[in-house]
């Protein structure tokens, strides 16, 4: 990028050419300074150009009166060479080779025009001049590493030639080499000529282009520079398939088109849809031409003139690429961790005549024809033996007596241990029932989709099932229909509807530049079971919404949930629960602790084309 370039143009006056007499390279503080004597005044344009970098500066009204047209290894401050000649009739051309781009100005001081940039060689030198003899100068200093004021996007390399910026597309930053110039009242012609030289390219100007040009452009792309030049003097320019610009009147211009004959040509698509591209193509296609589709075929049919056909070609060369393909693999890990333990104890009390409470309890049922008294310990007390067990609810009343229940009801379901003792008291039999129950539930789920698709294309994996689930309008049991023998009831109606479980991974990934993967994402583990009483059934679902960037092979947690589920419960007789010590024998203790862990992994891997073509 180019420093602003300050040109001051002097009109010459009548009479005879001024000559180029003497040329200088002078050192000054730091700078370096090219020095042009003429013999009168003259006037001067002048532009840099870059690979390799040269500074022109055109005299006007001038003559070439140097000792020499080239004057080579000068190698001071940053020159390494200057070229002279005789341009054009009036117009001397001086060429000044440096090492690197940089900024400068350029100023007039008497019969002196001085070029002034920083030394570019970093280092004290002799003068020099054309006209004299000078000593061997010392090497030039590498400048690999020298510090530049700007930096300026290249030239075209030599060979090359830049896209026409005058064909009908639009973009919304130019990419063309920037130029820094200035014309004050020069002719359109010489205008034409210093972008021809600066771009590398032909122009030609119309039969009615004609006028002066006076303006001041630092540091813009050549193009857009030119385009704001022409048009402000309403002129247009379009380039032609060999690569000349013509320059015109934009009437002219559109006359001899309308007289050109249009040309067809058809294009084969591979991968982008047809009707899409040519959509896209529509605005390159002057009023005359037409794009179209053939779906048939894959082919695009342009028909236009020439330049536009090549523009055509350009985009469909530039939008009919293969389409990036990223593979998207998911890990969805769900562990369910549940530690129960119980404990109960029960008492029954029941006396030797048949009087009981066992509504919960399978205790004994003490009918005088099914009990037999037993001394099996032979210490004088009989012990009573039941025969048989049953689980039937009775309370029988034999004169006065006691039964009773402690804790009966609440009993553990289950359980993996139980004891039952029973101690005979006078005419009571008191029975103690303990249940214990520890358990430890382990669930652990790994679900690991992969997907595959293409760049800003959604795509969804489901393994699972569909789950029908009946659904009941009631709402139509109330309703009424009007029948022949009268009226008729409607009854509820009943439809069937689907439920998706299963391992579910969403996608739409879009690849970056920088080679990074934007991934809008929806990942999902679902389960269903059946539900307490008749509701049907319940649905367990672990998921994740969300949209993230991570680079190429690179994976990303989008999803972390630990939930801790703590229940601890007592229960038990009244009063006697709540004392001290023995508190715990009419008591029944339930703990309950249940952790849920849920973690979400994704990782994209970029499938490069080389592998997709395989």
Do not use: C
């Amino acid at each position: 990028m180019l420093h602003a370039l300050l040109l001051i143009f002097v009109s010459a006056g009548g009479g005879d050419p001024a000559s180029v007499t003497e040329l200088r390279v002078e050192p000054a503080a730091g700078y370096t300074e090219v020095v042009v004597r003429t013999s009168g005044e003259v006037s001067y344009s002048d532009f840099l150009l870059t690979d390799p970098p040269r500074l022109i500066v055109d005299l006007k009204s001038a003559r070439h009166a140097l000792p020499s047209d080239n004057f080579e290894n000068i190698n001071r401050g940053g020159v390494v060479r200057v070229r002279t000649s005789q341009f054009r009739d009036d117009v001397v051309r001086i060429v000044v080779e440096l090492v690197a781009p940089t900024s400068y100005t350029l100023t007039r001081q008497g019969g002196e025009i001085r070029v002034s940039f920083p030394n570019l060689a970093g280092e004290t030198f002799d003068s020099w001049a054309s006209g004299r003899g000078s000593p061997e100068p010392a090497a030039p200093a590498p400048v690999a590493a020298r510090p530049r004021e700007t930096q300026q996007r290249q030239a075209p390399a030599q060979g090359q030639q830049p896209e026409s910026p005058f064909r009908q597309q639009a973009t919304p930053v130019s990419q063309m080499p920037r130029i820094t110039v200035t014309f004050e009242n020069t002719d359109i012609r010489d205008v034409l000529n210093t972008f021809a030289d600066f771009t590398g390219k032909s122009f030609v100007p119309g039969a009615g282009v004609e006028g002066a040009i006076t303006a001041n452009i630092r540091n813009q792309p050549w193009d857009l520079a030119l385009k704001a030049i022409l048009e402000a003097q309403g002129l247009t320019a379009v380039e032609t398939a060999t690569g000349i610009i013509r320059v015109d009147q934009l009437q002219n211009l559109q006359e001899r088109q309308q007289l050109v004959q249009l040309q067809t040509r058809i294009f084969k698509i591979n991968y982008a849809p047809v009707q899409d591209l040519a959509n896209a193509l529509q605005p390159a296609i002057s009023e005359r031409g037409q794009v179209i589709a053939n779906e048939a075929t894959n082919s695009i049919i342009v028909t236009d003139l020439e330049e536009n056909i090549e523009v055509a070609a350009q985009l469909i060369e530039d939008l009919d690429v293969r389409t990036p393909q990223v593979t998207i693999s998911a890990k969805i890990i769900f562990v369910d961790r549940s530690d129960i333990e119980e404990m109960g104890i029960g008492w029954d009390l029941k006396d030797a005549t048949g009087n009981q409470l066992n509504e919960s309890y399978p205790g004994p049922t003490l009918d005088p024809t099914e009990w037999e008294i037993v001394d099996s310990d032979f210490d004088g007390v009989p012990d009573v033996i039941v025969k048989p067990l049953t689980t039937s609810t009775q309370v029988s009343f034999r004169g006065a007596s006691v039964a009773a229940l402690a804790n009966a009801r609440d009993r553990i379901a289950a359980p993996a241990l139980q004891l039952l003792t029973a101690v005979a008291v006078g005419d009571f039999r008191l029975f103690n029932f303990v249940d214990v129950l520890e358990r430890m539930d382990l669930s652990d789920i790994v679900a690991a989709p992969t997907i595959q698709t293409m760049d800003n294309q959604p795509a969804s994996i489901l393994v699972g099932e569909r789950t029908p689930i009946r659904v009941i309008d009631y709402a139509a049991g109330g309703a009424q229909q009007v029948q022949e023998g009268g009226l008729q009831a409607q009854f509820p109606q009943s439809t069937v509807r689907f439920e998706e479980t299963g391992i579910k991974l969403e996608v739409t990934p879009h690849i970056t530049n920088d080679r990074q993967v934007v991934l809008d994402l929806h990942a999902e583990r679902s389960g269903v079971a059946l539900a307490p009483g008749d509701i049907g059934f319940t649905f367990q679902t672990q998921e994740g919404d969300t949209r993230l960037i991570l680079g190429d092979g690179e994976t990303g947690v989008i999803g972390g949930l630990t939930v801790t589920e703590v229940t601890k419960s007592e229960s038990g007789v009244p009063i006697l629960m709540d004392l001290p010590l023995i508190g715990g024998l009419f008591r029944t203790i339930r703990s309950d602790d249940n952790k849920r862990d849920l973690l979400i992994l994704v990782t994209p891997h970029i499938v490069d084309e080389a592998i997709a073509a395989r």
